[in-house]
């Protein structure tokens, strides 16, 4: 069951558009509420974006030495993506 809703979010999230346009960096501006919801909490929702090559969230880490990207993780610990993942 849990699994069937999993997949259900991840092909919700597929239809969605980031809303509210992106940054000069590339960030999305509104994040969709779906990804909002399922997102593991200590990540940084206002610096995302959505990289090309594997259709997946990253978000913007800035640890104490250096500011890097991070795939969007949700509750468990599985990256969000807008495309199942092969």
Known sequence: MR???LTVVMLSLAACSPSG???AQGFI???PEGVVAIAAPNQ???AVKIREE???YW???KGPVET???PL???EGRPICTRPQI
């Open 21 to 23: 346009g992106t940054s």
């Open 73 to 75: 993780r949700n509750k």
């Open 59 to 61: 978000y913007r880490h």
């Open 44 to 46: 940084d929702l206002s």
């Open 54 to 56: 594997d259709g997946c």
């Open 3 to 5: 699994s069937g809703f």
């Open 68 to 70: 890097t990207l991070l």
């Open 29 to 31: 501006g509104n994040l």
